[in-house]
């Protein structure tokens, strides 16, 4: 595609990009299932929909699913190359017995009014937890949630929080105010990172997606768009979900694949995440599972513009100018509106898709290339 193209790709808002993915299907006569959510609206009360398309056979045996607007505003990246995909024809000739399903927006109240969290305040990638349970994950969060939302986001109770964080970060060090922030909390539902108490429509949505779309998947790979993690335009992927599923995202997408659990990634560990709901979902399936994480400002300003949001719809007003200036805050945050930044984005996309495609469809041959390479040569032994 041609650069202009590239750009055009991605979007100003989700019904922008909502239209766009409508459009790219329909030129290509690909029918779009849309789930409206019923818990809902945007900014000026419209219908909020995720969106889905399947390319290739019904219920395919290898398969991989491109999922974008996990949190809300980072959705903006992952729709660009979603509808780059299709208007390009990019999965016109496809492998046999290999499909592809886009979800488009699976936060989209999110999407669509510039946050990260769902309509419950809820951090959708924190809340696949086992509801079932009495037990939830514990985080330090309780002892920052009084300096993370202050009454007032300037004067001097804003200071005094701000004071208070940094003191924090001081005794404890900044990896351990980052997970205390955001490694997920149960407790405080006008708080950051919150996990939520129940299972929230874009979660039953997204199960309910795979079972109706992978039933019959043997290989599948997932590559959920994210932003907001690491330097402006580069793509971290971050591994997640049982061991099983780690080793395929490393094998398929290359050994800089980072954990996590390990202590690899730029991100905290995490409770409650998308990709052990995926596999919980589908059992019998080999999945490499990744998150495209790609970022955008330094870790301070991202957290900043998050805690700005979160105090806006607790305890400011939305369409004040300082709402406003919030707004044009957090979307930076995770939507640089450069075009360098979308040629970045695109192109790692593009890489990432067709290395997932080899994986599921090549890889039980490139893994006995593998094992054979190791077995000492003759010319060793001698
Ligand atoms: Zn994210």
Known sequence: ????????????????????????CAARSLSVESRRNPHAKGPDGEELFTDIVQI??????????????THGVEGYCGSGPQIGFLREGRFDDL??????????????YGFAHDRRVNEDNIDLNRNFLDWSKPDRPTS???????????????????????AALAQYIADHGMPAFQAAISSGQYEHKDGVFYGGAAAS????????ILTDYL?????????DFHTGLGPYGICELITAGPPRQKE??????????????????????????NAMGIAETLPEAKIGFIAAEYGTRDVPTVLTALRADNWLYHKGDVDSAQGK???AQIRDAFYPEFDDWKEMIWNRAGQLVDLAIDGITQGERAQGERAQSVQPQESDIA
């Open 248 to 273: 395929l995202a490393a094998q398929w997408w290359g050994a800089d694949v980072t954990d996590p659990e390990a202590g690899t990634s730029s991100s905290a560990a995490l409770d409650g995440i």
């Open 201 to 208: 429509w874009s979660n039953t949505t997204l199960r309910s």
């Open 325 to 327: 200036r919030i707004k």
């Open 140 to 162: 330090d969060y309780g002892d920052i949630h009084a300096h993370v939302l202050p009454d007032d986001w300037d004067g001097p109770a804003m200071e005094a929080a701000n």
């Open 95 to 108: 492998p046999p017995e290999t499909g592809i399903v886009i979800v488009h927006a699976i936060n989209p």
């Open 56 to 69: 290739g056979p019904a219920n395919p045996k290898r398969a991989l699913l491109l999922i974008s607007g």
């Open 215 to 223: 039933s019959d998947v043997e290989t599948l790979a997932i590559i």
């Open 1 to 24: 595609m041609s650069n202009s193209d590239i750009i055009a790709s991605f979007s100003g808002n989700y019904f922008e990009a909502r239209g766009k993915f409508l459009s790219a």
